[in-house]
Each structure stands twice: as structure tokens, then as C-alpha cells.
């Protein structure tokens, strides 16, 4: 299945304009200062789309490498490193999170923005997290965030629709989502709409399905990876636990 496709990259920053980035960064530094046994220089984006946090990373002192299979959303990510001028620090490397090999290991590794829950089969998951323990030195760092299973069931996806001013004329986005319980997914229908002097100028339809986790799963899954789950909280608030109202939620683990 692809998904992120050209259409779909081209108005992912516009649909996401709003969404914090930096306060995100800040809440892995915290977690940085918070469980890492030392100093964090060195990051692995895992899934790092248009680099949203890899570039704000970058900027702020980190060597940044980002990793991701869409060439679509690395097309934009480069664009903006190229127009922001940023330095050498910063570099982006299409992959599978599944089964690249940079053959070097890194402070600390990322998985943001549900990244993990793109992995969809028992093996993909182990494959990906694999992917992060081989990258991570030990003792390193693993900050990642998931749909939270109790939030998802009890909530429940709903129809959705995103209307996005732009310069030229808006992007209108369309979601909607049905649960399959035994698989722990979520499938989400996309149809998304770029409108420009009134006309529509591109469209796209992506089908994405998005897997939840719950924390015994979690646990499990990063212990048979080598890893050891030090925390997971409210992704806004890690100190939080998660609840049936946290939809989504931030896990800290270590490398072992």
C-alpha cells in the first residue's frame, strides 16, 4: 500500500500548519534530560516525513539524520533544508524503518508523529523496532508516540473534515475511519482537495491503516527488541498517565 504520495506530501505541511512542532521538540528534550544517561548529540528521525522535527532538531545543535520511505515527503524535506540554509548537520536518507542499516548508532532514536503505528503486522512492528535498537547505542534513547488502544475504543474515529485557507484559494481534507478490534487498526480514508482561483488544481485519496497499542503489547514488543520501557505518559503531559480521553501518548525506552 503507498501512502504519502506526491499530491498527498504537497499538502501535508498545509494540513498540519497548526499543529506545534517545536512545543513537540520541547517535550523530547525533556525526555532527553529526564531518562538519558548522558549527553544527546547524535538523533535517528525514524519516519521523519517533511522533517518536522528533524530540522528544529538540527537547529538546535543536534546531528540530525531522517529516514523515510516516501520520496515525496524527503522531496519536501530537503526543500526546506535548502531554503533555510541549514548546515551540515541535518541529513535525509530514503528508507524502509523496517530494514535500512546506516550502519552507525546514534544518542537517541526517534518515532514521531504515530510512526509506529504504520506498522501494521506483528512482524513489521518487531522489524521496525529492530531497526531502532540496531541504530541505538546502548544506554540510547528511544522516544516514540502511539495511538493509545483504551482512547481509540472508547472514543472511536468519527468523519472529520479540514478546511485550509492557502494564498491561492484553500485544501479541503476529508477523513473518516472504522476500527477492526482484532487486528488493533484503524482504517482511515483520506480524500483531500487543493482548490486555487476557485479551481481544483490536484486531489488525492489515500487509505491509511494505523495500528493502536496498548501498554502490556508495548512492553512486550520492546523488551523482544531489546529495549526497556521506562515510560509511558500523556503525550502532552508524560508525567500523566494515559487515560480513555489520551488518544495519542508518548513512550520513552532504553537501549539494553
Not at 501512502?3 to 500548519?17: E, Q, R
Not at 488502544?149 to 479540514?162: F, N, W
Amino acid at each position: 500500500m503507498s501512502v504519502f504520495g506526491h499530491d498527498y506530501a504537497d499538502c501535508y505541511d498545509v494540513l498540519y500548519g497548526d499543529k506545534d512542532y517545536s512545543a513537540e521538540c520541547d517535550l523530547v528534550e525533556a525526555a532527553f534530560r529526564k531518562y538519558g544517561d548522558g549527553s544527546i548529540v547524535s538523533i535517528l528521525d525514524l519516519g521523519c516525513g517533511t522533517g518536522n522535527h528533524a530540522l528544529p532538531l538540527s537547529r538546535r545543535g543536534y546531528d540530525v539524520t531522517g529516514v523515510d520511505r516516501s520520496e515525496s515527503m524527503l522531496f519536501q524535506a530537503r526543500q526546506k533544508q535548502a531554503l533555510a540554509g541549514e548546515n551540515g548537520t541535518l541529513t535525509f536518507r530514503h528508507g524502509d524503518i523496517r530494514s535500512v542499516d546506516l550502519a552507525r548508532q546514534y544518542d537517541a532514536v526517534l518515532m514521531m508523529f504515530a510512526v509506529l503505528g504504520y506498522q501494521g503486522e506483528n512482524d513489521d512492528v518487531l522489524a521496525a523496532l529492530k531497526t531502532a535498537r540496531r541504530h541505538a547505542r546502548p544506554g540510547g534513547l528511544f522516544v516514540f508516540d502511539v495511538w493509545y488502544g483504551p482512547a481509540v475504543l472508547h472514543e472511536r474515529p468519527s468523519q472529520r473534515v479540514r478546511v485550509v485557507p492557502t494564498r491561492e484559494g484553500k485544501v479541503v481534507r476529508f477523513a473518516s475511519g472504522a476500527i477492526d478490534p482484532m487486528h488493533h487498526t484503524c482504517t482511515v480514508s483520506y480524500q483531500i482537495w487543493k482548490i486555487a482561483d476557485a479551481q481544483l488544481v490536484a486531489e488525492a485519496e489515500e487509505t491509511h491503516v494505523m495500528r493502536y497499542y496498548f501498554p502490556l503489547e508495548l512492553d512486550l514488543f520492546l523488551a523482544f527488541s531489546g529495549f526497556r520501557l521506562l515510560r509511558l505518559g500523556a503525550f502532552s503531559d508524560v508525567d500523566r498517565d494515559p487515560d480513555e480521553t489520551t488518544w495519542c501518548c508518548l513512550g520513552v525506552a532504553q537501549a539494553i
